[in-house]
């Protein structure tokens, strides 16, 4: 009878890893908090920076894909310039070798038993009694974490020696390179997780299982199956996600093929020089070496790729909302910036409808507002549901002041709309002392209005000054007759709904000021 024990060890090895891995990633971005963030946003900088963060990021957090994911928020979310990014990109394909040389400097050479049950025991105990949240539970769970990644990857190593998982593995092998170039690949895309299987190559090959030829094509496949994650996260979003998604695919793609090519010749080098290398150190060696050349490689090239991408996805989906609309939730503060960069362009919307009417312009005010007010409801309800995410008080207070100028603008926006038939009234009146007067309401305002760069809107008491001087022309008018009924009534609406308007976009203007 086939005994498939040694099947289900590997499994359930695998399955510690890769849970261990994700509470380690988990424990890190929450000891870290926003200074991890903060440490990926200072690549806006400059390009060699990105390059250095990304690699060191990745290197901490044991996890290109999400330093990726997170990176690709970050471009949708306008944070960060296409160039930046893909420099991130860079930098993590190196940082992800890490996982490498700590199972082969450590996971081969001390006795894992000896430190596995007491950091299981100890951090699940812990985590377990630890109820309140905090950075006390997540050290606890990180101490957890490091105990299910060892536990899972001596699990792995003893499985491949069971002889249905060697036997299985022999039979891939005879199929040549292209065969577990394809499982590396595909094993690599299913898993999310390159380092997983760097960890299963390495295992294999300690094991004597995997031959060190096969083995390197094994961790070039994975190299371009780790793309999968970035690229569908990419393409669900807008156009910066899908190039910065995209440009991952063809570095990776790059890097492989380059790779494919040099294989041969490192191997006949190492077996010409008789270089006393151990197998599992030469697969780590290599990993390394190729994505150092592939960085070495695309650097200098960063400008006219990000010129080569930006001719890809030059439409976003249809829809108002520019910033936030493929901004995960999860990732705050790339959430709070989407956000803030959407309030700038609404406000940019609301000056041109204010513009637009207050020019006299008419013939499509309705279609305008319409969309100013689907676009303020796509805006409110994320920001409502980024503040129930948002895990931090300080995060949901600036949620909360977001909410204010969102409020505001759409004051802004309804005082105009209410008031754009008195406009188009005025402004289309023969009577020759009807001219006169909206003429010189609307000179009083001209400044505020037509101001493109906001620089006199932000002028309170220039504003309120404008107001009184228009209701003294309007009274001074009412006490000569030249009115008939209702329109001095009429008059003083307009001037304070103009007035409110300017008002309310003031304050949301110094507010967006403010936050920014």
Avoid at 225 to 236: C, E, H, K, P, S
Wanted: net charge neutral; hydrophobic share 50%; aromatic share 10%.
């Amino acid at each position: 009878m086939l005994d498939i024990s040694g099947v289900w060890a590997f499994v359930i090895g695998l399955s510690l890893f890769l849970y261990g891995m994700k509470q380690l990633e988990f424990s890190i971005q929450e000891v870290s908090g926003p200074t991890f963030r903060r440490f990926l946003r200072a690549s806006t900088s400059h390009r060699i920076i990105g390059v250095i963060n990304g690699a060191l990021a990745t290197a901490v957090l044991q996890s290109s894909s999400l330093v990726l994911m997170i990176t690709i928020a970050f471009a949708g979310a306008g944070i960060l310039q296409l160039s930046n990014a893909l420099g991130i990109v860079l930098g993590a394909n190196l940082g992800t070798t890490m996982t490498g040389w700590l199972v082969s400097l450590i996971g081969f050479k001390i006795d894992l038993d000896q430190w596995i049950y007491p950091l299981t025991a100890f951090g699940l105990l812990g985590f377990t009694m630890t109820t309140r949240p905090g950075r006390r539970k997540e050290c606890l769970r990180l101490i957890l974490g490091v105990g299910f990644f060892l536990w899972g990857l001596s699990l792995m190593k003893t499985s491949l020696e069971a002889e249905v998982i060697s036997e299985s593995l022999k039979s891939v092998v005879a199929f040549g390179p292209g065969a577990v170039f394809f499982l590396g690949f595909l094993v690599t895309a299913i898993l999310h997780s390159s380092s997983a299987m760097m960890t299963i190559v390495l295992a294999a090959v300690h094991s004597e299982v995997l031959p060190l030829e096969l083995a390197l094509f094994v961790v070039i496949g994975a190299e371009l199956g780790t793309t999968m994650t970035a690229l569908v996260a990419g393409f669900q979003g807008g156009a910066v996600k899908k190039r910065v998604g995209l440009a991952h695919f063809i570095y990776n793609l790059a890097t492989s093929l380059v790779a494919l090519l040099i294989v041969y010749p490192a191997l006949s080098f190492l077996d010409a020089n008789d270089i006393p290398i151990q197998p599992i150190f030469q697969v780590t060696i290599f990993h390394t070496g190729i994505n150092a050349l592939g960085i070495l490689f695309f650097f200098p090239l960063l400008g006219p790729f990000e010129k080569l991408l930006g001719r890809f996805f030059l439409k976003d989906q249809n829809g108002h909302a520019k910033y936030i609309r493929f901004v995960p939730l999860e990732i705050t503060d790339a959430a709070l910036s989407a956000a803030l960069n959407e309030s700038k362009a609404y406000l940019a919307s609301v000056r041109s409808y204010q513009q637009t009417l207050a020019g006299g312009d008419f013939s499509k005010s309705d279609d305008m507002y319409l969309s100013l007010k689907l676009y303020q409801e796509e805006i409110i309800e994320y920001l409502i549901n980024l503040r129930s995410q948002a895990p931090a008080q300080i995060e949901r207070t600036r949620v909360s002041s977001l909410l204010d100028i969102m409020s505001l603008l759409g004051e802004a926006t309804k005082a105009i709309k209410d008031i754009s038939h008195n406009v188009k009234e005025f402004s289309q009146d023969g009577s020759e002392v009807m001219t006169e007067v909206y003429q010189a309401i609307w000179k009083n305002y001209e400044l505020f209005f037509l101001d493109s760069e906001n620089e006199n809107l932000s002028q309170l008491s220039e504003i309120a000054f404008a107001k009184a001087k228009n209701d003294e022309f309007i009274f001074k008018a009412a006490r000569s007759h030249q009115f008939i009924e209702g329109q001095t009534v009429s008059l003083l609406n307009l001037n304070r709904e103009l007035h409110l308007s300017l008002k309310s976009t003031q304050e949301a203007l110094l507010k967006i000021e403010k936050e920014a």
